[in-house]
């Protein structure tokens, strides 16, 4: 059996084993697409039916012969994407950070909620008390000038924006004068 790129040989075998099953095969007339000469002489189209194959095959095999220019291009492309995935890293890293400062301020903000919603009902709890105290009569005594006293530097503290303390900061001192107003 002769090679089928050989003119004349006719057989169609290496076609057929490279999954090309057109029939045609090479020869004399060397036209292999639709029975048609395009100008070739004996044996070319046969030789370029073999690298139509071997491109074939090599399609089917999943892999493909490329071009250097075509390589270089692609591996542009793969550096490309590696650096972008670098400074996505990079990017991510810094979002996690500021992420964390983030959350770090947020806890910091919601202490200092805190601390200011205990200010404000200390402050609404003794004016409270001031008027129940003012009320019941007990305006004269020592117990409401000293926590009128401590009412105006709550006062003066909110509306300057500070906080001079929580009522709880305030200890045992201004709970006790609550009490004695009350009772």
């Known amino acids: 059996m002769s090679d089928d790129d050989e003119p004349g040989s006719g057989s169609g075998l290496l076609w057929y084993a490279a999954g090309r099953s057109s029939g045609y095969s090479s020869g004399k007339s060397d ?8 100008g070739f002489r004996n044996g070319e189209l046969a030789a ?10 090599e399609h089917r095999a999943g892999w493909r012969s490329i071009h250097i220019k075509d390589f270089n291009a692609w591996m542009d492309v793969l550096n ?16 996690r950070e500021s992420l964390a400062i983030s959350d770090r ?10 601390k200011t919603q205990k200010f404000k009902s200390g402050m609404d709890e003794t ?12 305006a004269g005594r020592p117990e409401y000038a000293e926590l009128k006293s401590i009412m105006y530097q709550m006062f003066d503290a909110w509306s300057k924006g500070e906080i001079l ?7 045992p001192r201004i709970a006790y004068l609550w009490k004695a ?3």
């Open 48 to 57: 370029l039916r073999n690298v139509d194959a071997q491109q074939e095959a």
């Open 105 to 114: 301020r947020g806890d910091e903000h919601r202490r200092k909620l805190l």
């Open 31 to 38: 036209g292999f697409r639709n029975g048609k000469s395009h």
């Open 80 to 95: 490309n994407e590696r650096k972008r995935n670098a400074q996505l890293a990079v990017e991510v890293e810094t979002l």
């Open 181 to 183: 107003l009350d009772g």
């Open 127 to 138: 004016l409270l008390t001031l008027l129940k105290a003012a009320e019941q009569g007990k």
């Open 165 to 171: 303390c929580s009522p709880d900061a305030l200890g």
